[in-house]
């Protein structure tokens, strides 16, 4: 049952992606594993880092006709996420956020993640280091217990007042309020996580620079690319000081690797010298 399960789900990934690179719009809607639904666990290994394994993916996969890619006005999220008076204001989008508000629009999870880097919290490369140094040791544990699954929800709360958006940690909270039967949060985590998914696959395909995922953290660009089925290269370059390319491991599509718009990031930087 296990075997035929995550077969499907590959299966069903498998499919996604070759619409994604034939120009169609997909959207990755991420859905925790929870074992009162599928009635089995979904295996955890950390020591090989198989975070494929923390979530089941389904991909809804609407016609790009329907929908184009549209790259954000920054000027425009800027002032709009700063005007308390305005529906997109950012704090009125995080409080959403935070409750896992599923009537938000395409442009609120847009005007959410982008306007997040107008903040004062926004540190496109910082991050308290301990706290991932104390995750790192618990997740490369051969076997966990109710403990230590809660001081990892513990760890990764800390991590995420400094990046709320962090993709990789967002999947452990998912994976490990399903182990400890916590589901409603498992629910809520999974939620969140598609508002930020959705908003970068909104931007563009990652093919060329033209179309690059915008992205306002450099560990989302890692994150999107295992999301989309793929392994990174192990090349990382920067292209005119305001776009990266991630080079991916070999594939059957022979796609050479995605192009990501950083210039949030480059901006914060210069802005807080």
Do not use: W
């Not at 800027?78 to 305005?86: G, I, L, N, V």
């Not at 409080?95 to 938000?104: E, F, P, S």
Request: contains cysteine.
């Amino acid at each position: 049952m296990k075997i035929a399960l995550l077969d499907f789900y590959e299966r069903f990934l498998d499919d996604c992606i070759r619409r994604f690179l034939g120009n169609k719009f997909c959207k990755i809607i991420v859905f925790s594993k929870l074992k009162t639904t599928f009635n089995y666990p979904v295996p955890f290994n950390p020591m090989k880092k198989q975070l494929s394994l923390l979530l089941l993916l389904f991909v809804i996969v609407a016609n790009s006709q329907s929908r184009e890619f549209a790259k954000p006005d920054y000027k425009l999220i800027e002032k709009s996420t700063k005007d308390k008076k305005s529906p997109l204001y950012f704090n009125t989008l995080f409080d959403r956020y935070i409750k896992a508000d599923t009537t938000m629009t395409m442009e609120e999870k847009r005007y959410l993640y982008y306007g997040y880097s107008f903040t004062d919290a926004y540190s496109p490369y910082g991050g308290n280091s301990d706290y991932n140094k104390d995750l790192n040791n618990l997740l490369n544990r051969d076997k966990l217990d109710k403990k230590e699954m809660e001081k990892i929800i513990t760890l990764t709360s800390k991590i995420l007042k400094d990046y709320p958006f962090n993709i990789r940690v967002k999947e452990y909270r998912i994976h490990f309020f399903g182990e400890l039967g916590r589901i409603e949060e498992a629910v809520k985590e999974t939620r969140q996580t598609e508002m930020i998914i959705e908003a970068i696959l909104s931007t563009g395909d990652g093919r060329t620079i033209d179309t690059s995922f915008y992205v306002i953290n450099v560990g989302n660009e890692y994150e999107l690319i295992n999301i989309l089925g793929f392994k990174y290269g192990g090349e990382q370059s920067l292209v005119d000081f305001q776009h990266d390319y991630l080079k991916l491991a070999d594939n059957e599509y022979e796609l050479e690797g995605f192009y990501f718009e950083m210039s949030r990031s480059m901006e914060s930087l210069n802005e807080k010298k």
